[in-house]
């Protein structure tokens, strides 16, 4: 059967090749296929794929005593598309239909997936083809006139238009450089004023020398960037929008270059004081003098507007009303995070409608915002792009620590690195029980620690003054035996003006006070958690993990909602083949680094409260500035660059375990 069916095949691709031919008495098809037979043999022996050019040539040698060269070429080429690539193509073919069938739900996926990448690039790409259209008009203002249309230009637009074509294009170039920083940065006013300089710069184009070619590509990136609105959302100032030393070099480039295009295009012409004031429809040196002149205007008008401009915003540490409206917003905040800024040591930026704010430091160049905005907001996106664009004025660096993944789209838009630093831990306490054999090790901590006599008690913010100088002496002998000093910014710290503002969670027995902590409690019972913790070397064993329980039954006896047991540093990083870096090297530590500190204890001990975790992440500049950035945040976090450095006491590990559970999150991360 395989014999047959190769011989018929063979014949009939021998054929083929025959009846391709012209009409020769002395060549029958009996040649044809022994010659054929020969050159598929040969071509299989020198291992070429389909023996492509041996073929040929041994057939074109074999064939040539018969036909010239013309009359053979031609039916082996048609032999090789009949035979070879026509069944290819239609297998080809074929077999994507078949593929694309079987994998329609991942394509479209794929589809979906790409779309949204690239139209997050939207903003960009458009910066980039307006910067290059304002090159165009500038140049083009520069160079001579095509001499064939210059002609017919003077029958048909009187000269006042087109003089004052040539004139305002150059502006409108200039224009289009300027507006692509805005584009670049999604601010809605760089998006309308750029359509309306595109169409204003492609009808110039048109009347000041027919240049079609010119307006037609203005026209196009007009249409192009018109349905792209949604992209451009920033409702921010134009003239408050900071230029890179990038920015600046470019633009400065573009100008030098047109002023040298257009001496160099005109150098036959002869300099005199009468150029500035001829008109004509040859008069282009003149009409590039004047439009060297008007850009030149323009950039140093809007230059010295930029420098004598006020700041968008005063730096200041927040004054009394401030933080009244600060305080009027985080009493709204479901989320507790916001109580920070009570400690005071942070400045403020507000939304223009004053119903949320960002906090942050400032260390070295590095302006910090301490967790996502506080409060809810219309224009939060921007919001951070405004404080990113004041970090920017005051030649600084913007980074956003310990932030979810509620913004995560935006610190994307500025150009930043997400990079994870652990997950926070939330507990519902709609399930939180002492029963059930669950919980069980939670029903002997609570035995354990009032079967020696101590109770747990919520103090409010009125009698908390009262208990103060005990309160101290508390955190005074934490503080000594951990040869430590208190770290700042993404914890609270002991001040009898920041605990005055919450109520206060102790551990008492009849005659002292053991342990306490500072509660913080979100809006409409929502949730509540705990910062600021010390306990005395008195305290019984598992004296904090007995407040926690506690607390957490009193949230839930009190209508709240869920209880924030905050981060534990380095878990939930990937350690798959492709994972970053930082993820590897994080896991590792958090696996293997019990020596230095105990990540995965941490870990463990929020897991049995069985909480829902979710990601926290640290948005950082790219490249060198992203070392600079973190070391600033390090140096924030402990009070200056030695507290980075600072040597605390060395405890066993069972020591650690135990001492861990009175630090903050925060706290155990830095």
């Not at 500038?138 to 074509?165: K, T, V």
Request: glycine share 8%.
């Amino acid at each position: 059967m395989q014999l047959g069916l190769s011989s018929v095949d063979y014949l009939l691709s021998g054929s083929i090749i025959y009846f391709l031919l012209p009409s020769n008495p002395h060549l029958t098809l009996l040649h044809v296929l022994v010659f054929f037979a020969l050159a598929q043999i040969i071509g299989l022996i020198s291992t070429v794929p389909g023996g492509l050019g041996v073929f040929e040539t041994l057939m074109l040698f074999m064939l040539e005593p018969y036909f010239g060269t013309v009359d053979i070429i031609k039916p082996l080429l048609l032999f090789r598309t009949i035979y070879y690539f026509v069944p290819f193509l239609i297998g080809l073919l074929a077999l994507m239909f078949y593929e694309y069938q079987e994998r329609d739900e991942f394509l479209r996926k794929i589809e979906k997936a790409t779309y949204s990448s690239l139209s997050e690039l939207t903003p960009q790409v458009f910066s980039i083809l307006v910067f290059l259209g304002g090159v165009s008009l500038l140049f083009s203002g520069a160079l001579p006139s095509d001499p064939r249309y210059l002609h017919d230009l003077n029958y048909i637009i009187p000269l006042p238009l087109i003089e004052a074509s040539r004139l305002f294009g150059s502006i409108m170039g200039v224009l289009l450089l300027l507006l692509a920083n805005g584009l670049w940065k999604r601010i809605d006013g760089a998006y309308v004023l750029s359509l309306s300089v595109l169409l204003m710069g492609g009808i110039f184009a048109l009347l000041k020398d027919l240049d079609y070619h010119e307006a037609a590509i203005l026209f196009i990136l007009f249409f192009f960037l018109l349905p792209c609105r949604k992209y451009f959302y920033r409702k921010s100032s134009l003239m408050h929008q900071s230029f890179s030393k990038s920015n600046v070099t470019a633009i400065t480039l573009v100008f030098v270059s047109f002023v040298w295009l257009g001496f160099f295009s005109y150098h036959n012409v002869k300099y005199s004081n009468e150029l500035w004031w001829q008109f004509g429809i040859n008069s282009q040196a003149s009409s590039f003098l004047r439009a060297t002149v008007g850009a030149f205007i323009l950039l140093l008008v809007l230059g010295m507007a930029k420098i004598l401009s006020p700041f968008s915003r005063d730096i200041h540490m927040p004054g009394a009303e401030e933080m009244e409206l600060a305080k009027k917003i985080v009493n709204q905040s479901e989320e507790t995070s916001g109580n920070l800024v009570f400690t005071e040591d942070k400045y403020l930026f507000f939304d223009d409608e004053k119903q949320a704010f960002l906090m942050y430091g400032v260390s070295g160049k590095t302006w910090v915002a301490m967790g996502d905005i506080v409060g809810t907001s219309n224009h939060a996106k921007e919001l951070i792009w405004d404080f990113y664009e004041m970090s920017k004025l005051h030649q600084g660096r913007a980074a956003f620590y310990e932030v979810s993944e509620k913004y995560i789209p935006v610190y994307l838009d500025l150009g930043l690195t997400l990079i994870k630093i652990g997950e926070e831990a939330k507990v519902p306490l709609e399930a939180f029980t002492l029963e059930g054999s669950a919980s069980k090790d939670f029903r002997y901590t609570v035995r354990n620690v009032e079967k020696k006599g101590y109770w747990f008690e919520i103090i409010s913010e009125e009698e908390v003054q009262s208990l103060m100088p005990e309160l101290r002496n508390i955190s005074d002998a934490w503080l000594k035996l951990k040869a430590g000093k208190e770290k700042r910014f993404s914890i609270g710290y002991f001040d009898e003006k920041y605990l005055s503002n919450f109520p206060i969670a102790i551990v008492r027995n009849e005659s002292e006070i053991v342990a306490f902590a500072n509660i913080w409690a979100g809006a409409d019972n929502e949730e509540i958690s705990v910062d600021l913790m010390r306990h005395s070397s008195d305290a019984p064993d598992r004296t904090m993990e007995y407040l926690f329980v506690k607390l957490m039954l009193w949230g839930k006896e009190n209508g709240y909602r869920r209880f924030s047991l905050g981060m534990a540093p380095l878990s939930g990083l990937e350690t798959r083949q492709f994972a970053p870096m930082w993820h590897k090297i994080g896991s590792l530590i958090f696996t293997h680094g019990e020596h230095f500190y105990n990540y995965k204890g941490l870990r463990d001990f929020k897991e049995k409260f069985n909480p829902v975790w979710s990601p926290k992440y640290i948005a950082l500049p790219n490249g060198f500035k992203q070392g600079l950035a973190l070391k600033d945040i390090a140096a924030l976090i402990s009070g200056g660059v030695k507290g980075i450095f600072s040597k605390e006491n060395k405890r066993p590990a069972s020591r650690r375990g135990k001492q861990q559970l009175s630090e903050k999150p925060s706290e155990e991360l830095t």
